[in-house]
């Protein structure tokens, strides 16, 4: 599904993200444990329910057996930044704005495991929410394409393993009672060849 997103310039122009976007935008160090595939669903669950809400995303089974810790840290390396508080609840394109921080040059600049890091002290609430407005401003993408991003729902792998325990369970008692009738029917033809009885087949 074609999703429509800001980029890093003026408000109101936009350009459209695809599954197949250029390779540039997936620059991004993928964490363990995570495919490709995986951080498409991750980056279209931030859009639609926003960065951070991942009680939302785990609830929404997009991403079936991903902590928390796990979103959290690769949501960092799609930004390309490790605090990830000014975009907290904002429905963005975490590698729409990778890719800004990718190209971002100078001393004050900071990077580990390709992400940048805070050099200086922790950030006050006010910047926090400052910085916060200004992405809201630059890169929110429209209420009504996020609105629209339907996420798979794989089957999840525990739910799958207790359908496949609960069907070798009603196999397993199937075949129980196969032995019972093939015994049974096999005393009662011993019975009738000591007694010289014969039956119709059936």
């Given at each position: 599904?074609?999703?429509?997103?800001?980029?890093?310039?003026?408000?109101?122009?936009?350009?459209?993200?695809?599954?197949?976007?250029?390779?540039?935008?997936?620059?991004?160090?993928?964490?363990?444990?995570?495919?490709?595939?995986?951080?498409?669903?991750?980056?279209?669950?931030?859009?639609?329910?926003?960065?951070?809400?991942?009680?939302k995303i785990i609830e929404s089974e997009?991403?079936?057996?991903?902590?928390?810790?796990?979103?959290?840290?690769?949501?960092?390396?799609?930004?390309?930044?490790?605090?990830?508080?000014?975009?907290?609840?904002?429905?963005?394109?975490?590698?729409?704005?990778?890719?800004?921080?990718?190209?971002?040059?100078?001393?004050?600049?900071?990077?580990?495991?390709?992400?940048?890091?805070?050099?200086?002290?922790?950030?006050?609430?006010?910047?926090?929410?400052?910085?916060?407005?200004?992405?809201?401003?630059?890169?929110?993408?429209?209420?009504?394409?996020?609105?629209?991003?339907?996420?798979?729902?794989?089957?999840?792998?525990?739910?799958?393993?207790?359908?496949?325990?609960?069907?070798?369970?009603?196999?397993?008692?199937?075949?129980?009672?196969?032995?019972?009738?093939?015994?049974?029917?096999?005393?009662?033809?011993?019975?009738d060849q000591v007694t010289g009885t014969?039956?119709?087949?059936?």
């Amino acid at each position: 599904m074609a999703i429509e997103a800001p980029r890093s310039m003026p408000t109101g122009q936009r350009n459209v993200v695809r599954s197949n976007d250029s390779a540039s935008l997936w620059n991004c160090t993928l964490s363990p444990g995570w495919t490709r595939s995986e951080v498409q669903v991750l980056r279209q669950a931030l859009i639609k329910l926003g960065i951070g809400n991942w009680m939302k995303i785990i609830e929404s089974e997009c991403l079936p057996g991903k902590t928390i810790a796990q979103m959290n840290l690769q949501t960092q390396r799609m930004l390309g930044q490790q605090s990830t508080a000014e975009f907290n609840g904002l429905h963005v394109d975490a590698l729409q704005i990778g890719q800004i921080n990718e190209m971002r040059q100078g001393p004050e600049i900071r990077r580990k495991n390709n992400c940048i890091v805070n050099t200086g002290g922790k950030l006050t609430r006010e910047e926090v929410e400052r910085r916060r407005k200004e992405h809201r401003a630059k890169f929110e993408v429209a209420e009504d394409v996020w609105m629209s991003i339907v996420l798979p729902r794989p089957d999840n792998p525990l739910v799958l393993l207790d359908r496949k325990r609960e069907e070798l369970k009603s196999l397993a008692k199937e075949l129980d009672d196969v032995v019972v009738r093939i015994a049974a029917i096999e005393q009662t033809e011993s019975l009738d060849q000591v007694t010289g009885t014969k039956r119709p087949h059936e």
